[in-house]
């Protein structure tokens, strides 16, 4: 089958679907993909292929020039629909872009659809928005479904909740047949039992203070951690799982997770000591909330807030043998189900923080993908 990669972007969601059908033993491959992103032009040719033709940007692509293919794949923007954005939908130049989903599938009618977006998609307009979404699909001739699945269900240490769109065109299986898929994928999902991977299968453990710098926290980051974040609890055990990982993650802010290490002992801290860690700054947290509230009321921008918060609290200092990091990126490809070999040849590639992370942050969890197409193909 010919698949077209559409906002390619780390080629994450090709990657699943490829893996799918080597396990059995099924043809398929990609003829071209398309993004536009900085990040993905330099990575996507050096992981696929110099020699696979990059579409380009989808609202400029002419669907009656494009060559017949099989799979349609598009892991298309999510800030139009994250509850983590202003949620503008159709406001949104992003949004919009669903449009010329819309025409591509209208002029070539692939076989198979697959998408993948935030769950947020599902809540805009009280659920009139994927209402509509749906019976688009529906009048363009395709049998549809969506499911949300989590990532820390399907073997990945990162609470990660996505929607996957799968739809069969009715040129291709008869609505009894496309059913059928439907319901034996809702009932593999229903069955399920997880196996909780943790970040212990995650994290590099190596006491290589060089390769582990520049991750590290300062002493003002520390501040913001332990203080601004403590009601987040984003600093995690090794025992646990990460919050979902975002393409802003480089800014060590919010809900990022964070690791804390004892350097005496050499070893990451537990769930006990993590809690012990938080209830020691407990009380100044509480009365930052207050303050923080206060200065929500006066409507004041994010820098001015940060300014007076900055001012107001002194800078705190965290016992001399516990430091706080952030994940490498090669945690973060672990934490996304990448594996080694991608991880090998996205790391021979020089990007800045900014830009690996993003790249990370807006991409899939592979193995989910995995998951989805052993399904289909299952049951085709």
Request: hydrophobic share 40%.
């Amino acid at each position: 089958m010919k698949i077209i990669d559409f906002f390619a972007g780390m080629g994450g969601i090709k990657l699943g679907v490829l893996q799918a059908f080597s396990q059995y033993s099924k043809q398929a491959h990609c003829i071209a993909w398309s993004d536009i992103k900085k990040e993905s032009l330099t990575l996507y040719p050096q992981i696929w292929g110099k020699d696979l033709p990059n579409l380009w940007d989808i609202t400029k692509i002419n669907p009656k020039e494009l060559p017949d293919f099989d799979i349609f794949l598009w892991g298309f923007p999510c800030q139009s629909y994250s509850m983590a954005g202003k949620r503008l939908w159709l406001n949104d130049t992003r949004g919009q872009l669903i449009y010329n989903i819309f025409d591509i599938l209208e002029e070539k009618k692939p076989k198979i659809i697959f998408l993948e977006n935030v769950k947020g998609i599902t809540t805009i307009d009280w659920g009139q928005t994927i209402a509509d979404i749906m019976q688009k699909f529906v009048t363009l001739g395709y049998n549809i479904e969506y499911y949300i699945l989590n990532s820390k269900d399907f073997w990945v240490a990162q609470s990660r909740q996505r929607i996957y769109f799968v739809g069969f065109h009715e040129s291709y299986l008869s609505e009894e047949k496309a059913e059928q898929i439907h319901l034996q994928i809702k009932k593999a999902i229903k069955c399920h039992n997880p196996t909780l991977v943790t970040l212990e299968n995650v994290v590099d453990f190596t006491e290589d203070e060089e390769i582990l710098k520049p991750y590290y926290l300062n002493s003002k980051q520390s501040k913001m951690t332990v203080l601004k974040d403590a009601f987040c609890w984003s600093i995690k055990w090794i025992d646990d799982i990460s919050n979902g990982l975002t393409k802003t993650y480089w800014h060590i802010t919010g809900q990022s997770t964070k690791l804390a290490y004892n350097t005496k002992e050499k070893r990451y801290l537990n769930k006990k000591e993590v809690a012990e860690l938080f209830a020691q700054y407990q009380e100044e947290s509480e009365r930052l909330k207050v303050f923080k509230d206060n200065l929500k009321k006066r409507g004041l921008s994010i820098k001015e807030k940060n300014k007076i918060l900055d001012e107001y609290f002194e800078p705190i200092t965290l016992p001399e043998h516990i430091k706080l990091r952030i994940f490498t990126p090669r945690e973060c490809l672990k934490l996304q189900g990448f594996p080694k070999e991608y991880q090998d040849k996205f790391l021979q590639i020089w990007f800045k923080d900014k830009e690996c992370y993003s790249l990370i942050g807006d991409g899939v969890s592979v193995p989910v993908i995995q998951y989805l197409w052993n399904l289909i193909l299952s049951n085709l």
